[in-house]
């Protein structure tokens, strides 16, 4: 009797419903289960890079805010022009004071020739008497490139305090980090989206799978208690048998 009950238990077990039976029912639910509680893993892992990226982008749009690469840019052509001017400043000093070395030169022919202005016409000393007149408005020119410069100086050591260079530097690499962050995040939200969809369909399945499992659950018991009272019957019948005889 007991081997027949066994029997029929293990013949329900093998009952089919919707391709499944109870053994094949449940380990594609643990398969699922197992998938799913990797997929947890994923969207957790996704996710906190997600929010890593998004604070690094905020940072770097806070920086942008506390920094204009229009007025960066900006100083650094008044850098360059200052620069370039001060270039020009430094070539013309050095050129007047050659002029101005010359003219002296020319100055001291009127120290050894006992001639004064009123020969200013003799072809021996007229170069001379030009320099002399020209040796004021050298020193002037001189004073007043020297002046420049000077100037200059103070508006190049103002711009270079600011390290507008190496703030440029800095903000176009700021930028390449956004691009960079930007198409990370893009491709993360990618990562979730595709991630949840697996996890939608795992979830659909494992929902079918509670009816298929509900199913055979139910169909098991009425038929194990169908067999039960059958052999109570027969076990019924036997003895009834065999107080007779």
Do not use: W
């Not at 289960?33 to 997929?39: E, P, Q, V």
């Not at 004073?143 to 100086?153: A, G, P, Q, V």
């Not at 440029?168 to 990618?190: A, H, P, Q």
């Not at 991630?195 to 509900?214: A, D, F, M």
């Amino acid at each position: 009797v007991n081997l027949k009950i066994l029997r029929n238990e293990n013949k329900n077990k093998q009952v089919l419903y919707k391709g499944y039976n109870f053994e094949s029912a449940n380990e594609e639910n643990k398969f699922l289960t197992n998938k799913l509680n990797i997929n947890n893993v994923q969207l957790e892992k996704f996710s906190n890079e997600l929010i890593e990226i998004k604070d690094n982008i905020s940072k770097i749009n806070k920086f942008k805010s506390l920094y204009s690469l229009t007025d960066l840019e900006n100083d650094k052509n008044k850098l360059d022009v200052f620069t370039n001017k001060l270039k020009d400043f430094k070539r013309s000093k050095i050129f007047l004071q050659e002029e101005e070395k010359r003219n002296n030169r020319s100055l001291k022919i009127l120290d050894e020739v006992p001639c004064d202005e009123r020969y200013s016409s003799c072809k021996f000393i007229k170069g001379a008497h030009e320099s002399k007149k020209d040796k004021k408005k050298i020193e002037n020119e001189i004073n007043e490139i020297l002046s420049s410069i000077r100037d200059i100086n103070v508006v190049l050591s103002s711009l270079k305090e600011k390290n507008v260079e190496s703030k440029i530097k800095k903000y176009n690499d700021v930028l390449l980090k956004e691009v960079k962050y930007k198409m990370k995040r893009s491709n993360l939200d990618k990562d979730i989206e595709n991630v949840n969809l697996i996890k939608t369909e795992y979830l659909e399945k494992q929902e079918k799978l509670k009816e298929v499992l509900q199913f055979l659950e139910k169909n098991a018991d009425k038929n194990l208690k169908d067999n039960k009272d059958e052999i109570k019957l027969e076990i019924i019948k036997n003895d009834e048998k065999i107080s007779d005889s």
